[in-house]
């Protein structure tokens, strides 16, 4: 069974930095690419960046918002995918969701069958 | 980035009617002859659902009532006869470019 779960939310400070983290299962992520949505409270979804898989050489891309601020890396040894957050903003609160796109649909860029419950975060001061 | 615009922002529904909701990228998002939209049901508390890919492509497990149409810049999602379940926010997304952006919800309630 597929499983992702993410982890590491909470409250941080404006300007500050936090580690979210993906831990999969029943999958191999070095196989996988992995993306990062997310959601502020009262809006709606937004895209905040992915890291392909090693077969795409672990290509990293980013949202707008986002762009020079997060980073995404993976650790295949424990099936874990981060997302590193630095300069942190109010609008930055969110819930932030992992994800896993659908294995072999047929395109290099596919959209999101399995995701994590989602880990909060906060940015206040 | 590419816009992506839907319509109705909310909409509410008698059980057992149709519902349509309508989904206008701001290019082409067609790739290799495919149409690289998908759509989501997101209810609160838990992390959206897949439900269709590729324009009209029903993921595994997901309602017949469910069905997408529409190719090029123009997509639709339409519930056949709706269900007090299927009050959700419903969104498209395109996939054919990072950054892979989502349309703004469309609400969904029960008239």
């Known amino acids: 069974e597929v499983q992702l779960v993410d982890s590491g939310g909470g409250l941080v400070q404006p300007g500050g930095s936090l580690k979210l983290s993906c831990k999969v299962s029943?999958?191999?992520?070095?196989?996988?690419?992995i993306h990062w949505v997310r959601q502020a409270p009262g809006k709606g979804l937004e895209w905040v960046g992915r890291?392909?898989?090693?077969?795409?050489?672990?290509?990293?891309a980013f949202g707008t918002s986002v762009k020079g601020r997060f980073t995404i890396s993976r650790d295949d040894s424990t099936n874990t995918a981060y997302l590193q957050m630095n300069s942190l903003k109010i609008e930055d609160t969110a819930v932030y969701f992992c994800?896993?796109?659908?294995?072999?649909?047929?395109?290099?860029?596919?959209?999101?069958?399995?995701w994590g419950q989602g880990t909060l975060v906060t940015v206040s001061s | 980035d590419i816009v992506m615009t839907q319509s109705p922002d909310s909409l509410a529904v008698s059980l057992g009617e149709r519902v349509t909701v309508n989904c206008k990228s701001g290019?082409?998002?067609?790739?290799?002859?495919?149409?690289?939209l998908a759509w989501y049901q997101h209810k609160p508390g838990q992390p959206p659902k897949l439900l269709i890919y590729?324009?009209?492509t029903r993921e595994s497990g997901v309602p017949a009532r469910f069905s997408g149409s529409g190719s090029g810049t123009d997509f639709t999602l339409t519930i056949t006869s709706l269900q007090p379940e299927d009050v959700a926010v419903y969104y498209c997304?395109?996939?054919?470019?990072?950054?892979?952006?989502f349309g703004q919800g469309t609400k969904l309630e029960i008239k």
């Open positions: 029943g999958f191999s992520i070095s196989d996988s690419a």
């Open positions: 994800s896993r796109p659908i294995p072999n649909c047929g395109s290099v860029s596919c959209p999101f069958d399995s």
């Open positions: 590729w324009a009209s």
């Open positions: 997304q395109q996939y054919y470019a990072t950054p892979h952006t």
């Open positions: 290019q082409s998002i067609i790739y290799n002859g495919k149409n690289s």
């Open positions: 890291i392909r898989s090693g077969a795409y050489n672990s290509a990293t």
